[in-house]
């Protein structure tokens, strides 16, 4: 449970657990530690949060905040951008550091270079090797915590050969599976260290032919990519996180992918073992590009873009430093720009994916039983999206972004803030996960919505629907028709060169002419937002908010969620998947609109 009081008793825990780490800071002559990391924040304060951990060698520990917005304590402190610390640092009397450590071998070099820029004064180390070290011996309540997990996760797998039947597929089998750890407690999510290191309980089959019928479509995404880079200048790009290698190069591989700004790309692969082909080059090490890259003729590169935004700085570090004759950049930015507007065979992946989305969400009622908690309605739900096909995984954009497959909210949880930056938030059921579902009872008068992510081709298609146990009281039905008001009014006004900003004040505009402004996307903590784009990851561009004034584009495709919460009730609501087209606006995602009596 992420409660307060069970934090509380958790201090002496906790202490000890920055204790590990201060001795082995001070053993490297370090004064403080900035941690900004789910895993490590989880570590050290508890829970996890969006905002930093400031753990200074001789004195107590300050949280800074951003989200949610109800942590409160005498060394909290509630912030809106990370260089509102330095003064807060000093004026609660903590001298600077002359040596700090941040997490170089999980930021974002583009997140490291932002933190380290706030300490001038300050020498700046990768800290990620002593946050392992004093996580690798555990404390006895780590050690009883695994030993509760081991037993559960025992009771899951002697269930195992009563839900195998005759015929079945190794996927069938495997979504069976998963129901069967998640009804016993498993909160799903696969943690693990290292940006290319993802996994969803299961597979993935990798198919040559297909990858060869795809390659006219790989070109014109990296020739995207590429008229970008001409226009700043840059004369080559390497390619390193999963689904930048996924859009380029068609699957995901452990390696990367060099892209020269007028000749073939090249891929340098550690794993698989068993790619082969004219510009396919096996690597143990990145080092070795060097010398490949001269023996293929491809010259020096006199600027070169890396993924600053999403690669750990340890990482971007190692790899600038296979360039030192080069300028070597962020191409972040170019890439989701090259991303943000889809291409005719990533818009049908989408319009499979929206079919298969809905035909799961139609089910539903079927799945429900009186005297369900929301936990238990949730894993019925994703077995029926694993049963459609759903991959699972849910990837975002931002290293402290995640989720297991999406939320199933309920009632008055549907009000409780978020560390993560979605429409809205839920206390969750474990402070490792604080967002979604969190054992609430599904009784007379509370409104459910599924807002599961619909990842069945790599694409990740975004639909909330609501669901009322028994009949709700008169104001839901009539919020519900405002945000299916907003919805028609925003599609309505969509079209290629219709600036963000103005769809989304005019949602602002009704919502408030209804009298809900007050409790539009969240109540204590609100989301300032009425719509992403949606893509590989679930937070694209566009974005539907405040002062975003990019205009939208013919391909692009985006989740537009105007959402209430009502106090007593829960969340109504909808949302849906759109695809600008030449003229308007097409809906992807179809599938009844209304509140859905269980």
């Known amino acids: 449970l992420n409660n307060q009081i069970i934090l509380l008793m958790l201090q002496p825990e906790l202490k000890f657990r920055r204790d590990k780490i201060r001795y082995l800071m001070a053993q490297q002559g370090i004064d403080a530690a900035l941690i900004a990391c789910n895993v490590n924040l989880l570590y050290t304060y508890g829970e996890i949060v969006n905002g930093y951990l400031f753990l200074p060698l001789h004195s107590p520990a300050l949280l800074f905040v951003k989200r949610p917005n109800n942590i409160v304590g005498e060394f909290v402190f509630p912030i809106r951008k990370p260089e509102q610390m330095v003064d807060l640092l000093k004026e609660n009397g903590i001298p600077v550091a002359s040596k700090i450590m941040l997490e170089g071998g999980e930021l ?29 011996v555990k404390t006895p309540l780590e050690i009883e915590l695994f030993r509760r997990s081991a037993a559960l996760h025992a009771r899951a797998y002697s269930k195992i050969p009563d839900v195998y039947h005759p015929g079945m597929t190794d996927r069938e089998l495997s979504v069976e599976v998963e129901r069967l750890m998640r009804l016993e407690g498993c909160l799903g999510i696969f943690r693990a260290f290292g940006q290319s290191m993802e996994i969803f309980m299961g597979s993935v089959l990798n198919n040559q032919i297909i990858l060869l019928m795809l390659q006219p479509e790989l070109k014109f995404r990296r020739d ?33 992918l060099f892209l020269p700004l007028h000749s073939p790309a090249l891929l340098f692969v550690k794993r698989p073992n068993n790619i082969v082909g004219e510009f396919v080059f096996p690597i143990r090490k990145p080092e070795q590009m060097v010398d490949l890259l001269k023996e293929n003729g491809i010259p020096v590169a006199s600027k070169i873009m890396l993924e600053g935004g999403e690669l750990p700085y340890a990482d971007y570090m190692r790899l600038a430093s296979l360039f030192p004759g080069s300028e070597v950049v962020d191409g972040t930015a170019i890439i989701r720009e090259a991303r943000s507007v889809k291409t005719p065979l990533e818009i049908e992946l989408f319009r499979r994916s929206a079919a298969l989305h809905a035909r799961a969400y139609s089910k539903i009622p079927d799945v429900y039983h009186p005297g369900m908690t929301d936990r238990e309605l949730s894993v019925e739900v994703e077995r029926l999206m694993r049963l459609e096909g759903c991959l699972g995984i849910f990837r975002a954009f931002g290293q402290s972004m995640e989720i297991f497959m999406g939320s199933v909210l309920a009632g008055d949880n549907a009000a409780t803030p978020s560390p993560y930056d979605f429409a809205l938030g839920g206390k969750g059921l474990d402070p490792s996960l604080p967002g979604g579902m969190n054992g609430t009872l599904l009784k007379e008068g509370y409104s459910v919505m599924v807002d599961i992510g619909g990842n069945f081709y790599g694409y990740m ?14 104001e839901a039905y009539a919020a519900h028709q405002v945000c299916l008001e907003v919805q028609d009014k925003v599609a309505s006004m969509t079209a ?12 602002i505009e009704i919502v408030t002419k209804a009298g809900f402004a007050d409790r539009f996307m969240g109540v204590s903590q609100q989301a300032r937002f009425i719509g992403h784009g949606i893509g590989l990851e679930i937070n694209e561009a566009p974005v539907l908010a405040p002062r975003i004034r990019r205009e939208l584009e013919e391909g692009m495709v985006f989740a537009l969620e105007p959402k209430i919460v009502l106090p007593g009730v829960g969340p109504v609501g909808i949302e849906n998947s759109w695809v600008v087209t030449e003229n308007g606006v097409g809906k992807l995602t179809i599938c009844n609109e209304e509140i859905i009596e269980l």
């Open 108 to 136: 974002p070099y583009a997140d490291y270079m932002r933190l380290a820029s706030l300490f001038p004064g300050s020498e700046v180390v990768d800290g990620t090797a002593i946050i392992r070290e004093a996580r690798s």
């Open 224 to 256: 995207k990519i590429r008229y970008l880079m001409a226009q700043q200048g840059i004369d080559a790009a390497l390619i390193a996180c999963n689904v930048n290698l996924l859009y380029t190069y068609g699957e995901i591989v452990n390696g990367y």
């Open 461 to 474: 298609c975004d639909m909330s629907r609501v669901f009322s146990i028994g009949k709700l009281n008169d």
């Open 496 to 507: 290629p060169g219709v600036v963000c900003e103005d769809l989304y004040n005019a949602a």
